[in-house]
């Protein structure tokens, strides 16, 4: 094999190499014409659409970078960044700790352990309409669930979906319920740490804290890294469990405004109001603060994060 | 699955706290279990039942609660004082359900299995054969991954629209006939895995790339692709802003999409018939319950994979 490389081409070779190259682009054709129609021209209509009016009755109208002075002036886009922030910065975090937390318990389940992963990971199985549903339903501020066990231990519950300020809060904390996915990944995680590595920090006298700050969690850093990477990105484009519950036609009750999440403000601008160069422009904005969020992170991981057998 | 019992105990062991005076690096098997570690044990199930009822319990409200009359849906009871099935009776007549699965199960079917024979193709060529610019194509198939879907979203939907598709469930699910990068990801890890002599030896024997293909890479791949079918019926049975986006008649939604205009009708609407929303939204959510009890295995070691590729 690694002869050939070496050896001079002949015709023949060559012939042959054509030939693979030419069947290989028949298996990939089907992405690379996805590839050109749905990412690669979309990407680039979206940029041109960005310095547009338009809403799809009459042709786009150049504007050049109105739309995006246009984002400062609008109070919606600060607010809906905002929200967005606020709901990724609380529950990126929050998720990790949880999940980690209940994958360590998991650990030590013995033989049950994939009984408890099973009724853990359901939750994940739910369409988030029905998330969606559920919130309103459960965490009801008069009637709902939450607030009746809170009520049990004499806590007065907060109005979870019409309080702006609880809004974001309950909508972290329903998002807990389907965290079954990171469950499982670091479940997996575990299981892959040396022993060796605990029995020698016993015999060191660490204790069971100790052995998860210094070890566990080192030892598992780049799985968590990863999760804190798609939970992060998710995070940002926030959108059916919110949708859900907040917008919608004939939807006055509730308080809007605390969970205005972004997509969802560039859902109404695009296809609500017809604005479809202004939302391309609000969705380049989202690019772009993702990239600086994800750039972060890996500059942060290059300093904390192990990868096993790795040169990094 | 004998390491991985070994691993558990073991971490059981390094949770038990080291006493004064006690031998210790002792095996466990070889003394009886300590009253602490014993307590330990008993701590790790009462939290991981406390656990397993708060994961539970939102399930077993709603189905209970779609089994209650209207005034009762409210009142938090886990056995209804009312048990009745007229829910399930009246909704038929109160939203087009049956029509809003029936299409529901269309897109999720077509979507599922375009996804995984396209998904599976384009894997297949990146995995096995070698030519000049792979490794950019490739990448380039990773990097789309990274691109957030609000960005291609209008453009998408511009494309359709001048196809005449809006208003008809084909924006659903004909995208994935031209693959999708996750799921080519996971695909060609799988495809390399394998060991390359089997498809010389094929090769050898006269077969073509196609017959490779079909007759020895696919049978192998059986277990990755049907991790690839069922996340994707989970993908397609769950969307909601394909469906916000592209239909407007009730009769063309899917099962999510009618369940969104059931809460705008009967709960903003102002007449609360809850009733009629949980029990939609039981309806809903029972067949992904179902896919996860038949593809449990599939689910779990789909996801742990996918942990452990990034």
């Known amino acids: 094999m690694s002869a050939s490389s070496i050896a001079p081409v002949r015709p023949g070779r060559l012939r042959a190499r054509r030939r693979e190259t030419l069947s290989a682009l028949l298996f990939i054709s089907p992405w690379l014409v996805g590839f050109l129609i749905f990412t690669l021209w979309p990407v680039i209509y979206s940029g041109y659409l960005s310095l547009t009016d338009y809403d799809v009755i009459n042709n786009p109208n150049f504007v050049g970078l109105d739309n995006y002075t246009a984002m400062f002036e609008d109070p919606k886009i600060a607010l809906s960044l905002t929200n967005t922030l606020i709901f990724t910065i609380l529950s990126v975090p929050l998720h990790i700790i949880v999940a980690l937390a209940l994958a360590l318990l998991l650990l030590r389940a013995a033989r049950a352990t994939g009984f408890f992963r099973t009724v853990f990971f359901l939750p994940k199985m739910t369409p988030a309409v029905a998330v969606g549903v559920l919130f309103l339903l459960i965490f009801n501020g008069q009637d709902g669930l939450i607030n009746r066990v809170l009520g049990f231990f004499g806590i007065s519950g907060p109005y979870w979906t019409t309080d702006p300020a609880w809004v974001k809060p309950g909508l972290v904390l329903i998002s807990l319920w389907t965290i079954g996915s990171s469950i499982v990944i670091l479940l997996a995680a575990l299981k892959n740490v040396p022993t060796e590595l605990y029995e020698s920090a016993r015999i060191d006298g660490a204790n069971f804290w100790q052995q998860t700050m210094r070890i566990t969690v080192p030892m598992i850093s780049s799985t968590i890294f990863f999760l804190a990477i798609i939970n992060t990105i998710y995070g940002f484009q926030i959108f059916t469990e919110a949708y859900t519950a907040f917008f919608g036609s004939g939807n006055t009750t509730y308080s809007n405004d605390a969970a205005l999440f972004y997509v969802i403000y560039l859902f109404q601008q695009g296809f609500q109001y017809l604005h479809m160069g202004y939302a391309s422009a609000m969705a380049w904005l989202l690019f772009v603060v993702i990239l600086i969020f994800t750039v972060v992170q890996f500059a942060i991981s290059r300093r904390t994060v192990y990868y096993e057998g790795e040169a990094r | 699955m004998t390491t991985t019992t070994g691993r558990a105990d073991a971490a059981e062991l390094a949770l038990a706290p080291v006493q004064a005076g006690d031998p210790p690096a002792l095996p466990a098997t070889q003394r009886r279990t300590p009253p602490r570690r014993r307590l330990g044990q008993v701590l790790v199930y009462v939290a991981l039942t406390v656990f397993a009822v708060v994961f539970t319990y939102p399930f077993i409200w709603l189905v209970s609660a779609s089994f209650k009359p209207r005034s009762e849906v409210f009142d938090n009871l886990l056995i209804p004082k009312t048990f009745t099935i007229e829910n399930y009776l009246n909704i038929w007549q109160e939203a087009p359900i049956g029509v809003w699965l029936v299409n529901s199960v269309i897109v999720t079917a077509l979507a599922a299995i375009c996804v995984t024979a396209s998904s599976a193709l384009v894997a297949w060529g990146f995995a096995y054969f070698r030519f000049r610019g792979r490794g950019l194509l490739f990448a380039l198939v990773i990097g789309s991954m990274m691109l957030p879907g609000a960005v291609t979203m209008i453009p998408t939907f511009l494309i359709w629209n001048g196809l005449g598709a809006t208003g008809t469930l084909t924006p659903l699910w004909a995208q994935n006939l031209f693959g999708s990068a996750f799921y080519i990801f996971l695909l060609r890890q799988f495809f390399l895995a394998l060991p390359r002599e089997l498809f010389e030896a094929a090769k050898i024997d006269g077969a073509g790339n196609w017959r490779i293909f079909t007759r020895v890479a696919l049978p192998l791949c059986k277990p990755a692709l049907a991790v690839t079918l069922l996340f994707e019926i989970q993908a397609a049975w769950t969307d909601l802003l394909r469906p916000l986006i592209y239909l407007r008649d ?56 996918t942990g452990s590729k990034g």
Do not use: C, N, Y
């Open chain 2, 250 to 305: 009730s009769a063309t939604f899917t099962i999510p999409r009618g369940l969104k205009s059931l809460l705008d009708q009967f709960g903003f609407g102002g007449e609360w018939h809850w009733e009629v929303i949980v029990t939609a939204s039981v309806i809903t959510t029972v067949p992904m319950i179902i896919l996860f009890f038949i593809g449990q295995k599939q689910f779990v070691d789909g996801i742990a994979t």
